[in-house]
């Protein structure tokens, strides 16, 4: 248990559908991200929210949409997504101290398996 | 090519040996991070280091800056060990972002 919660673990779409994403984290951790993980490729970072505003946005279409209420949850909306989206999505959290968010650890959850048809 | 290289990308072994898994990369760090990812996805972390060596359990992580080389070894592996192991650095010019190698399997037979 990492104190990082996704769900859900596992979700089916077709290319019409409207689903989100939630990932929860219990770490008192200021900084939340979106990792995209497909077959046989390095991790790619998605977004970086850093006390609950958008710091990164790594040229990612239109059709994700991230939502963060409050430094605690993160949402992944998606819509009208294409059959080579189909990957897991990881999100993490990290606390936020001077040195650059890639020098703290980071904390994963579990990542939702996204198919889309 | 990638600005993270790991070798092996996959390794099988029997349980108890010494395992060593590598990670090359091309541009200054600030730190690199030695990740495990179990069946089933979820990442935990294992290591930050930015110099030297660090132990946890059956498990040392040693960088060498000069040669731009980190090696995760493990010791007196056993079955449990098996998961994807993904090294990821820290560029000395964007704090902010990692760049990940495409990780090596490791498979750990009894």
């Known amino acids: ?117 | 090519k990638n600005e993270v290289e790991q070798s092996p990308q996959n390794l099988t072994a029997q349980e108890g040996e010494f395992i060593t898994i590598n990670c090359s990369y091309s541009v200054g760090i600030s730190a690199l991070h030695w990740l495990q990812q179990h069946p089933g996805g979820g990442i935990v972390s294992l290591f930050m280091l930015s110099s030297g060596k660090k132990k946890h359990g059956r498990l040392i992580a040693t960088i060498n800056i000069q040669e731009k080389h980190s090696s995760l070894h493990i010791t007196a592996s056993h079955p449990r060990d098996s998961a994807v192991y993904i090294c990821a650095v820290s560029g000395s010019y964007n704090t902010d972002k990692l760049i990940f190698g495409t990780g090596t399997r490791l498979q750990v037979f009894p």
């Open chain 1, 1 to 117: 248990e990492t104190g990082v919660t996704q769900t859900p673990r596992h979700l089916v779409m077709g290319m019409t559908n409207k689903k989100s994403l939630k990932c929860e984290q219990h770490l008192g951790h200021n900084a939340m991200y979106w990792y995209k993980q497909s077959a046989k490729k390095p991790l790619e970072l998605m977004f970086v929210y850093n006390f609950k505003e958008q710091t990164e946005n790594n040229s990612v279409p239109s059709r994700f949409s991230p939502e963060c209420p409050n430094s605690s949850h993160l949402f992944l909306h998606l819509h009208t997504l294409q059959p080579e989206d189909s990957a897991l999505y990881l999100c993490a959290s990290s606390q936020d101290e001077a040195g650059g968010l890639a020098n703290e650890k980071l904390f994963f959850g579990s990542g939702t398996q996204l198919s889309v048809l």
